[in-house]
């Protein structure tokens, strides 16, 4: 079952769009929302995150939109740069944040197109 | 700062051989885990250690031990490589800030069995 899902897979955008990335879940007790940046060759890292209470948080280019009674959060990248592109993953945990009960979407794969 | 080193980078080895990856950090940090990243179905959590000779099983630990004989250092076993089997396997290390953990990953053992 699986209880973080991303959508889509892999996304293409051109240099200085807005690059939208989805993420929804099932299980209500989720309460944190850390999205995590791949590049190749490195292990992910966190970029920004989320708590249930809020329904935006913004990061420079990066914002996460939140609306908790759809279950469901975006990531959106304005002005995309080619830098960018990355594997973004969405996780989710229960209050507290524990990462021992982390659950990780797929990703998604984004390229920037200069 | 801090980083995750794992070795070796680049594991091959033959089916049914036992097999071990080291992960060393210098954040100090208390909680060390294992995930392992298959191509298209994200992170799945293998063992974590709260602390120093401490260890729990993940959702994905059959197949697999681990050790955790010092804070900075935590190794994982392949009990019995699978023929044809193809992973990344991630380090991470964490810190607790604003009430949620954030995880530092390394860059990974990319595992092929023969």
């Known amino acids: 079952q699986q209880q973080v899902r991303q959508s889509p897979q892999s996304l293409t955008v051109w240099e200085g769009e807005t690059a939208i990335l989805n993420c929804s879940y099932e299980?209500?007790?989720?309460?944190?929302f850390p999205w995590y940046q791949q590049f190749p060759g490195e292990g992910p890292a966190l970029l920004i995150a989320i708590r249930s209470v809020s329904d935006k948080k913004e990061d420079g280019r990066f914002t996460i939109f939140f609306n908790k009674r759809e279950k469901k959060l975006s990531l959106h990248i304005t002005d995309s740069q080619p830098g960018d592109s990355a594997t973004y993953f969405c996780a989710a945990s229960p209050s507290g944040g524990s990462n021992y009960k982390l659950t990780f979407g797929k990703g998604t794969l984004l390229t920037v197109t200069p | 700062g801090g980083i995750i080193t794992q070795t070796p980078k680049f594991l091959i080895g033959q089916e049914g051989q036992k097999l071990t990856l080291k992960c060393q950090q210098n954040f100090n940090h208390d909680t060390m885990y294992w995930y392992r990243q298959d191509s298209g179905k994200g992170l799945r959590l293998i063992y974590y250690s709260i602390t120093e000779n401490d260890l729990q099983k993940g959702d994905l630990s059959e197949g697999y031990d681990a050790s955790r004989e010092k804070k900075s250092s935590f190794s994982l076993t392949v009990t019995s490589a699978q023929k044809n089997e193809m992973a990344v396997f991630l380090c991470a290390s964490s810190i607790r800030t604003g009430g949620a953990d954030t995880l530092y990953f390394g860059a990974g053992t990319r595992l092929s069995v023969l």
């Open positions: 299980n209500s007790a989720f309460d944190y």
